[in-house]
């Protein structure tokens, strides 16, 4: 049986709860949270990122949230709540999936990035 991008994206976002900038405000000052932009580096570069998170490229997502990997990032911490985000809501939902699959118990997906600088949210140019 083959697979659809719709049946992907229909299983990312069942898994996977969308939440508002003004609910990843609130996550954010809890704390204990990993703030994931799953953008590609030139579209980052472009734009910026909200302030205080780490990008990884939807690509290699799986290499650098896997602890076994020799690509781990040890931002990934199974105890935080992972915010993902990318340009529109697509990759972010596949990514937090993914994480979910993982072992990442407490994951949303904010969407797109533009809804983070339209609410006001901090933003890190550099």
């Not at 990312?12 to 996550?27: F, G, Q, R, W």
């Not at 990032?73 to 993982?102: E, N, P, Q």
Request: aromatic share 6%; proline share 3%.
């Amino acid at each position: 049986m083959t697979t659809s991008v719709k049946q992907l994206m229909e299983a990312a976002n069942a898994a996977v709860p969308k939440v508002t900038p003004a609910e990843v405000k609130a996550l954010i000052a809890k704390g204990n949270t990993l703030v994931l932009d799953v953008r590609d580096a030139a579209e980052v570069a472009n734009s910026g990122k909200i302030a205080n998170a780490v990008n990884v490229s939807r690509g290699m997502l799986e290499f650098r949230a896997d602890p076994q990997s020799p690509y781990h990032d040890k931002a990934f911490d199974k105890s935080k709540t992972v915010i993902v985000y990318c340009a529109s809501g697509g990759r972010a939902a596949l990514s937090g999936k993914v994480l979910k699959d993982f072992g990442f118990a407490n994951v949303v997906n904010l969407g797109g990035f533009k809804d983070w600088v339209d609410s006001g949210g901090a933003v890190d140019k550099s």
